[in-house]
């Protein structure tokens, strides 16, 4: 064998030292011999190695001839064989560890295998292993992570053939598990061409985190890669830069299926993310369930699914979102805006946006948010033209109910100068992940943020309209419109019902006179399809709630409708779905609901039916309280005592819950004349 060191190295003294100077370090080093367990035979063989290097140097003639040697080109030592593994002892203890561990392991494989159980298997072993650690630490040393652990793994795999040093390989994989951090960041952050490597981290990142029990650590995650909770959000915070926003949300949704409550929130932010950044409205609607998912202490999701609804052209829907939020600092900031509800809308949207949303990602740009182009995107106007056929007319009749109070566009950039310094106290729901991360847990930061909400607002979004074609003209939704022809024709069916409606208003009030006075002089009437709230005292209203189960309608169209009015529209939207869900049928939850609402039912319905399931669900009012109320948002927080079974097709019970006062926020809008059950939100 020929070793890859010189007779210097290998007794450790400079080239320069005299031969007392080598006496004296050939006499330390036969003093001070390794005492990991060699054998007294490879500890001989090491003696007589160093001696031979002493007597050598100390000798000024072949000193001089050995010099000369060395300048000529010639380099190693070679050595017999019955003093390799001595010489291999010498390597290590001359810090040549790598070296040392690739000889050692090759003289361990056939046809050089020393025999089993022999003192030579058992010494080359050892020189093996403790000849990795070194190595790896070495390469540690100079952020060669990723390569430092894959001498550990050589290592541990070594030993593990070889059926020795039990303590020692347990000392390799611990040394592995703590290297894991920083050899997942090695390897992620990579140039983008390595691409091996970068999947290659990507495996181990995914595994780290499941071992970890997501991304909260619900494992005793301090046992695992020698991290505690704080110490992994900072490596995390490091490694979301080399991530690109489809790799991140591949990976969150993988540890949101496995438990990780935090990972669905990151799932949608990183959805979100990617489908802004492509035109992929699509990803912002698979993003929606993940929020509304959510079930963390106080997060309130309204704010931010009032975004997706912005986003994907529903206005309407959006405001009614931010206004059955929980937050009261924020629908302070709505109702005290200098703007305009829309513009305040666009303005939180993009700041959200640019601060918590696309922030952390390989592929995503920030530096310039603009929902014009989001709404200019042929990917986005197609796909809103296909949501519940609504396309540009969904977003045209959203947008009406804003037109008569929209300021003109010179003002609104008047309003923008004034204030594009203010800032706003206005608390972001969800939380950023920014620099705080090394600061609050997930779940903190989630709900506790306070951004800065001002920044330039849309231009020429949408002006103060005098007719519906000057709107058209001045407003910056006039391309999204006009290049479409359903666009045009929303507009305009929206004029023709407006004008047949106005024709119409005489006649149906004469018709509903007479209807009434038919309704009082004959009881029998009582019996009709379509019953007017508004004609019922309040005492009989609470008193005949078996009115529900012989009418397949009713309408709440008071101006200003009592509490005895709202239960009972509470009501019949808790009787019609439960005969729904039951497996019947019935048409009074959509004369009480909005279709997005009385959809989500059908659509959990034909879930249970899959499953040849149904649920038999009681729920009675205890208590309502008003807690909101103008001309077209009513808010009421309601107790409910709640029961339901969920039963098989065979009969047997799968489950059955009990709740005596099960609290529910229930939001209610005005619908041209009716009003309408909006939302609710459980446990508010």
Known sequence: MELPIDHFRLLGVSPSANAEEVLRAFQLRLDRPPKQGFTYEVLAQRSELLRLSADLLSNPAERQSYELALIEGSSGLELSSNREVAGLLLLWESNASFQAFKLAKKALQPPQAPALGSGRESDLTLIAALSCRDASIYEQACRRYASGADLLQEGIQLLQRMGKLVEERKTLESDLEILLPYRILDLLSREEEDEKSHQEGLIFLEDFVNKRGGLEGKRNSEKIAGLNQNDFELFFLQIRKFLTAKEQSKLYVNWYRRGSEDAGFLAAFSLIASGFSYRKPELLQEARKYLRNININGFDPMPLIGCLDLLLGDVKQAESRFRSSSDEKLKDWLDNYPGETLGALCDYCRNWLKKDVLVGFRDVEIQNVNLDDWFASQEVQLYVEELETKGALGIAKAGFSFLSSLAPEQEVENNLLNNLDEEADLPMPGGALDGTLNKKSFKTR?????????????????????????????????????????????????????????????????????????????????????????????????????????????????????????????????????????????????????????????????????????QIIEANINSINIVQRSDKRIAADVELNYQDKRISSSGEILSETVIPSLKVKYIIGRSKKNWLLVDYISGN
């Open 446 to 614: 989630l709900h506790g943020k306070e951004a800065f909400l001002r920044s330039d607002l849309v231009k020429k979004i949408i002006s103060k309209y005098y007719s519906t074609f000057d709107f058209i003209k001045k407003s910056d939704l006039k391309s999204f419109i006009l290049k479409r022809p359903i666009y045009t024709s929303a507009v305009a069916f929206i004029g023709l019902f407006i004008f047949g409606t106005s024709l119409g208003i005489l006649t149906q009030k004469k018709s509903s006179e007479n209807n009434l006075i038919n309704k009082i002089s004959n009881p029998e009437l009582g019996k009709s399809k379509d019953i007017n709230i508004k004609d019922k005292e309040p005492s009989e209203i609470s008193s005949n709630k078996e009115i529900l189960s012989l009418n397949n309608s009713i309408s709440i169209t008071s101006l200003n409708p009592s509490t005895q009015e709202i239960q009972f529209l509470i009501e019949s939207w808790l009787a019609g779905k439960a005969d729904i869900l039951n497996g019947s049928e019935s048409q009074l939850l959509s004369s009480v609901a909005r279709v997005s609402l009385f959809n989500r039912v059908i659509e959990e319905r034909k879930k249970d039916k899959l499953l040849g399931q149904r």
